[in-house]
């Protein structure tokens, strides 16, 4: 690992269930996200990648490999460190339904100042941040009174990234940020976080839709059944894919170019796929 | 593999059209008797045996209400206040509740967004599909468990004899929604509903559903309407599309002309979404051929 990795991921084994039951969901994941990157982590349901996003936030133990997050080692770490590194907001998480992750009862305002509070910040210089951070999401500063329950569901995800970016982290997980959106919302939280990209923030777009979020990344990480069957530079990965999974989820993916011709290209995969 | 724009649209195009449409919708407006509100503000188009028509937009947009006026199952405040739906020539308005009977499932039929949560969940699938066929075909029991066995094997369902006797929590999305597409085809009818049909699926098995679709229409002339937000979606599958929004058709035109020639700003940024964000971006230059 490069000192520039933000995140370093090696040899990742995770296991679920006891004794008979027990099943591996991950098999030896090695990746990592430098400074600034943006990749994409793409799988279907039961592939693990929900297990490989909490495994690096901590909420899934391993049973072999390592989670270096900035430098540190967190393979072993207690769960006092993890609560210092929670604090200094190294690493944030945003989930694909901020009406879940934000508190009920706090307006955006105090949601959004709260990370920064807790790090022992003055409140004046808290609200300010507050409000640079609301104008950077393209907010109405008249939102800042209202709780998420008052909020469209585009306005609470940018809440919610808002808040995520306030501890200036240098590295966010979003976990499907834009698929409970309409397009509109899409575009705009699209936009946003491309804009974010000048900031240095690593980003890691979790979503079993590679087509969501490939204008957006610089590398794809494919994952099937528990293991990373290609990561890549984005545009290799989608041209030329080498996994017989990735090639089927790229001619999958609905786009604008005319899929119906890929018919049987897919009927030929998936023959491939589960020989 | 290179796609030049409007080329492989043609392939979705090659049915020859026909005569008289399965559906028929003229200026549909849907009111809201409880508001006076009127929430779709006139739609129209006509869907012959072995096409398909896409219905494009938001929740809210009025995509759904439309699919269920032409089901005759609107929530009950809500009415078709002008406005005509010809179902294969029969105006649904003079319709009672013996001639709905007749026509659901026999001629016009539906798939929606949550498979499961149109099966009866203590009760296996293949039982349900079969009760279908037991009604509307009149046909003994063990005919329809034959018939049954039959349409989950057409839809590519694996080990069909195992699937027929599990309960619905022991199926995946994708396996439910095919057992939901065979019982509404089970009657055989000349015109299917897919709202949002696939959209809560994993791609790859989104894909699946699709081509599945598009082999029903190209196998039996089953005339498909399909819901979707994505306008890819329904651009796979459609030779024609609407793009609707807060109850206007804003767009409508061959499947070619909204996407190589949208008019309104709000089809321009459906496409622009794919064009920036979506797998577009890369696509345009040739993949590799590989042996």
Redesign the interface.
Known sequence: MTTRDVLAVEDLEVHYGLGRRRRRVLDGISLSVSDGEAVGLIG??GSGKSTLARAVVGLAPFSRGRVVIDGQDVSKATKREWRDLRRRGVMQYVFQDPLRSLDPDLTVAQSIAEPLLIRGIPGAEAASRTRAFIDLMRLDAELLGRLPGELSGGQRQRVAVARALVTEPKLIMLDEPVSAL???N??QI?EILKGLRQTGVALVFIS?????????TDRIAVLYQGELVEVGP??SV???PQHVYTR????????????????S???SL?ALLNA | MTSVAGRDLELTTGVPPAARPVLSLRDVHIRDQASGREIVHGISFDLAAGRVVGIVGESGSGKTLTCRAALGILPDQLVVSSGSITIDGHDIAGLNVKRWTELRGATISAVFQDPASYLNPSIQVGPQIAEVIRVKKKVRRREARDQALELLRSLQLRRPESVYSQYPFELSGGMLQRVLIAAAIAADPRVLIADEATTALDVTVQAEILDLLAELRERTGLALLVVAHDLAVVAQVCDEVLVMRQGDVVEHGTTADVLYRPQHDYTRLLIAEHEQYGLERFLDSPRKERA
């Open positions: 279907e349901t309409d397009s509109a899409r575009v699209l079993h839709d590679l087509g969501s979020v490939a204008g957006l984005s545009r989608i041209n030329d089927l989820l790229i001619d999958s993916a609905p786009t604008l170019r005319s899929a119906a011709a890929k018919r290209e897919r009927e998936r």
